[in-house]
């Protein structure tokens, strides 16, 4: 089973500056897909981006971007100009290329400091 | 509809009793997806419809457990006689593509507590 692992329970940041996610995974595997969710306090899960396991180019999203190490297995988020909207819980989430399921980290909980 | 509806947004249950929790995906999606997420936890799979058919519930954690989707759309989730253990926002996520490919869309989730 592969397991992805957040360490880091909460994170502050100031109104505009840049806060960076960590994340790490475990997988035998070379096809996978890799995730960061947002879940505000309404609860929906929101897509924030995705990255390919097979694309070397680190994905970005507008002011959110990834750096993704595959050999070290890492797959980290940067939060740039962070805004008071970005506060919510972030969740890494991982699958397999030929699987349906996700499997979510423990999530870290942001908070943007005005 | 225009997103994933799910309902209650909140059940109060006594040990013991059944609930069903219910999923409206946007219409057309032929995956449908359940989740269950403990407090201050990730969400974890539950079980996977492809329209009508569940091709997956290894991740339902009991007998006690059961989802159904007669029709390929309105998904319901049964949890016959609560335990407290039970007690998590479950999630509701669907896509309009079938197996691995396509982006998931997720509801707000029903917040079950067990008394």
């Known amino acids: 089973a592969q397991t992805v692992t957040q360490s880091q329970p909460e994170m502050s940041v100031q109104e505009a500056e840049t806060v960076t996610l960590s994340c790490t995974y475990d997988?035998?595997?070379?096809?996978?897909?890799l995730f960061w969710y947002k879940q505000p306090p309404s609860r929906q899960m929101i897509l924030v981006i995705r990255?390919?396991?097979?694309?070397?180019q680190n994905a970005t999203e507008n002011r959110f971007s990834v750096n993704f190490q595959k050999a070290a297995k890492s797959f980290s988020l940067k939060i740039s100009d962070s805004q008071l909207g970005d506060a919510a819980m972030y969740f890494c989430?991982?699958?397999?290329?030929?699987?349906?399921?996700?499997?979510f980290g423990a999530g870290t909980t942001v908070t943007v400091r005005a | 509809g225009a997103g994933v509806s799910q309902s209650p947004r909140y059940k109060v249950a006594k040990r013991g009793q059944d609930v069903a929790l219910r999923c409206d995906p946007i219409?057309?999606?032929?995956?449908l997806f359940w989740y269950q997420q403990a407090l201050g936890q990730g969400p974890e799979f539950l079980t996977y419809f492809q329209n009508e058919a569940q091709l997956d519930k290894s991740g339902l954690p009991s007998d006690r457990f059961f989802a159904e989707r007669p029709e390929g759309s309105v998904s319901t989730l049964k949890i016959q006689r609560t335990q407290k253990e039970d007690s998590a926002v479950y999630l509701c996520?669907?896509?309009?593509?079938?197996?691995?490919?396509?982006?998931?869309?997720f509801g707000e989730g029903s917040r079950l507590t067990v008394l």
């Open positions: 997988t035998s595997e070379s096809d996978y897909y």
């Open positions: 996520a669907s896509s309009s593509k079938q197996g691995p490919t396509g982006e998931l869309f």
């Open positions: 989430a991982y699958r397999s290329g030929g699987d349906y399921k996700l499997s």
């Open positions: 990255q390919e396991a097979y694309k070397q």
């Open positions: 219409s057309g999606h032929v995956s």
